[in-house]
Structure formats: structure tokens, C-alpha cells
């Protein structure tokens, strides 16, 4: 078999070099204790996948104490996290793979239950539409904007101390950092909202601090990257022009951009005269300027290389490296008739997927796990939005 190229290392510009072109997906464990802290189990189940991808990325860690999304969540706001994250860091380190820790805050993605009966914030009080019993947020004042931005730089410090090679901005499925950049969750009338470019002011802000914070702190290359959603289906809501507009303001800012959405296969979900591939588009503003990540369904190396040949330069894989944590060393390999394609509910102790996973996959993930016991046929999420995107029900 030829060796694809998808398995040939990549150099980024600030000179960090991962040994493949394939990235796991930061995916939600729901595993960390109460307060943010990393569990054994959640250890366990980054060590079981850590080796063959060139870049691993955790699943999301909060920033600040009231930007916790969900049950179950890291967190990386305080220096008391950092024993934990300095295991996870090292963990992930196995066979060369790099460490990058994604960081967020949920802003009107949490209620008053995880944040035990404190309010969840945003950039307006405005309740999100999906789901539907989503609680009103509080308008963050300005001095708790500032003060979550600086929570920002402090969460990549503590990533620096604990050994990471790099933090991603989660700024898709319409978290913080989104809600600030879309119509639909901001109308503010100051310096924070209002026209296209100051609802940019919050992102540019974050992305600032950060850069800061890697140029006094990290003695060694580290990566800044930003996740982005590419469409809102709500009215009024963030459209591709959007995304492609704000990738042009931050891609001389970070290391790479990567795409959140369920099939790298997709069409504008809004526009169906626009046949092309969003993929292909962004890769069109990013093209010899900064690596793009692309996503979606990838389960094959023939996925794989069709990503790569749709314009993007890494390809994230995520759902099936929860079904196969040795994806990469059997395509090596060739050994590919190996590869698990669906996953046994049997299987999954063995997989060392956490028990608390195992029944968030179950519920939440149920229809696009493969699992063998699902009748049905497989949702192709090349023209909605899959659960993944900021749709599923968590625990």
C-alpha cells in the first residue's frame, strides 16, 4: 500500500512539527470531578488513543468557575489544576504525540443548575433557542468582560506550566466566544456589540491575551488555534460570509483554524445555491496562510485523504477514535480490515472508555456512534447540524 500522506509529518510556522497530519477531536468525557479536576479514568482513556495521532486534543476545559457548561467538565481555572493537567499533558506525550488543550467559556450554554444557582452569563440576556428550556442569561458589565478575558491568558499560563504544547480557543457551537461574534446572541448597543466589527472586539480580545501570555511564558514553539463554528441556523445568526469574514481578521493571529461541523462533505446549510463544499471554502482564505483542520465523518483513510484533497492541510478524527484508539498505528500498519467501524456496547470497558462516557454516548450520541445494536441506518450530517455541534442533551 502507498504510505499516504495524511501519515508524513507537518511543520507548523512557529516551527512545532507533529509526526502525521491526523488530529483526535477534542470529545466530552463528562468524567472530571465536581470541580474541574482530571480524573484516573479520564488519564486512562487519553492514554488508550495517545501515540498515533500527531495532535491530540483534550476535551474542552473552562476558564472561569462560571463558564462551566456541563457535569463532568475539566477545568483549568485554577493553579490547583495544575497537578492533574501536567498528568494529562504527560499522558498525552506517549509515542510523540503533542498536547494541545482546548478552553472555553459556555456563556449562555450553561443554567443555574450546573452553576449551582448562579446565573449563567453572556454577551446579551438573550436565552439560546435550542434547547428548548434554556434559562435567560445575565449581560456580562464590562468589568466581567475584561475579567473572563484575563481568565483567558491565565488558563494558558497554567497550560505552559503544565507542559502543553499548545491551547485551541473553542470558539464554535455556540459558546462564549461565539456568542459574543453572532447578531442572534449579541445586541448590545456599546463598544461590545452593535456592528459586525465590535461584536469581533470580545474574540480578538481573548485571542490577544493569549498571544501575550505565549510570548512572556512559553520558552518553546506553542500553539495558539481557534475552533469556529461555520453557520448558526437561527434568524438572526452568524452565515458562512460571517465565518469566512472572521477568519480573514484572525488567521495572521493564531497557528491554524480549526472547523467544527459533521461531515466534511457539507454545503451551506442555509444557502442551497452554494454547492460548494465549506470546506473547499475556507480553505480558499486560509491557503498558503495557516494550516486548516478539517472535520467531519472521517472514519477511512480514504476519508482522510479526500479531506486533505478538499483543500485542508490536518485531519481531525473524532468518533472513531473513540471506537478505534489505534486508527492511526493500524493504517500504518495496513492492517486496516482491523479497524473497528462499529462499536460493541461489550467492548467499550475494554476501549477504556469511562463508565460516565459510556452512558453519555448511549444517551446523547446514541444515533451516530455505530453501535451495533442500532437498527437503524446512519444520519448523514452533510445538511443539518449533528449533535456534536452544540445539539446534544448532556447528562
Not at 450546573?114 to 428548548?132: D, K, M, N, Y
Not at 478575558?149 to 473553542?170: P, V
Not at 501575550?212 to 448558526?232: A, C, H, M, T
Amino acid at each position: 500500500m502507498t504510505k499516504s500522506i495524511f501519515l508524513e509529518p507537518f511543520q507548523f510556522s512557529n516551527g512545532l512539527e507533529i509526526k502525521n497530519h491526523i488530529v483526535m477531536s477534542p470529545m466530552t468525557t463528562m468524567t472530571s470531578f465536581y470541580n474541574g479536576m482530571i480524573t484516573t479514568d479520564e488519564l486512562n482513556y487519553y492514554a488508550a488513543r495517545a501515540g498515533g495521532p500527531g495532535l491530540m486534543l483534550t476535551g474542552v476545559a473552562n476558564v472561569s468557575d462560571n463558564g462551566k457548561g456541563f457535569e463532568g467538565e475539566l477545568s483549568v481555572a485554577h493553579d490547583e489544576m495544575l497537578p492533574g493537567l501536567t498528568k494529562l499533558a504527560k499522558v498525552i506525550h506517549k509515542d510523540g504525540t503533542k498536547a494541545i488543550l482546548q478552553i472555553f467559556h459556555a456563556g449562555r450554554k450553561s443554567n443555574s443548575s450546573i452553576l449551582r444557582g448562579e446565573q449563567a452569563v453572556s454577551a446579551s440576556a438573550i436565552a439560546a433557542s435550542h434547547p428548548a428550556n434554556s434559562e435567560t442569561p445575565r449581560a456580562l458589565d464590562n468589568s466581567e468582560i475584561h475579567q473572563i478575558i484575563s481568565d483567558f491568558g491565565d488558563a494558558t499560563k497554567r497550560a505552559i506550566k503544565a507542559g502543553f504544547d499548545g491551547i485551541e480557543l473553542h470558539g464554535a457551537n455556540t459558546y462564549l466566544l461565539q456568542q459574543f461574534y453572532s447578531e442572534n446572541s449579541n445586541q448590545r448597543t456599546d463598544e461590545w456589540g452593535g456592528s459586525r466589527e465590535k461584536r469581533l472586539k470580545f474574540p480578538l480580545a481573548v485571542i490577544k491575551i493569549v498571544n501575550d501570555v505565549v510570548k512572556n511564558y512559553s520558552s518553546k514553539p506553542f500553539l495558539v488555534g481557534y475552533r469556529i463554528s461555520p453557520e448558526e441556523i437561527e434568524t438572526p445568526g452568524i452565515r458562512l460570509e460571517d465565518s469566512l469574514f472572521f477568519v480573514d481578521q484572525i488567521k495572521d493571529k493564531v497557528d491554524y483554524i480549526h472547523l467544527s461541523m459533521g461531515s466534511y462533505k457539507r454545503t451551506s446549510l442555509n444557502d442551497l445555491n452554494n454547492k460548494k463544499t465549506i470546506l473547499s471554502q475556507f480553505a480558499q482564505h486560509t491557503k498558503n496562510f495557516l494550516p486548516l483542520i478539517g472535520i467531519g465523518s472521517v472514519e477511512t483513510p480514504a476519508d482522510a485523504n479526500s479531506v486533505l484533497a478538499d483543500g485542508a492541510d490536518l485531519v481531525a478524527i473524532g468518533r472513531e477514535f473513540i471506537r478505534e484508539p489505534q486508527w492511526v498505528q493500524k493504517v500504518a500498519n495496513n492492517d486496516i480490515d482491523s479497524i473497528r467501524v462499529k462499536l460493541s456496547p461489550a467492548d467499550m470497558d475494554e476501549l477504556a472508555i469511562p463508565p460516565v462516557m459510556q452512558t453519555y454516548l448511549r444517551s446523547s450520541f446514541y444515533s451516530v456512534m455505530h453501535f451495533t445494536d442500532d437498527p437503524e441506518l446512519q444520519k448523514d450530517y452533510q445538511n443539518s447540524l449533528a449533535p456534536m455541534e452544540g445539539r446534544e442533551k448532556k447528562l
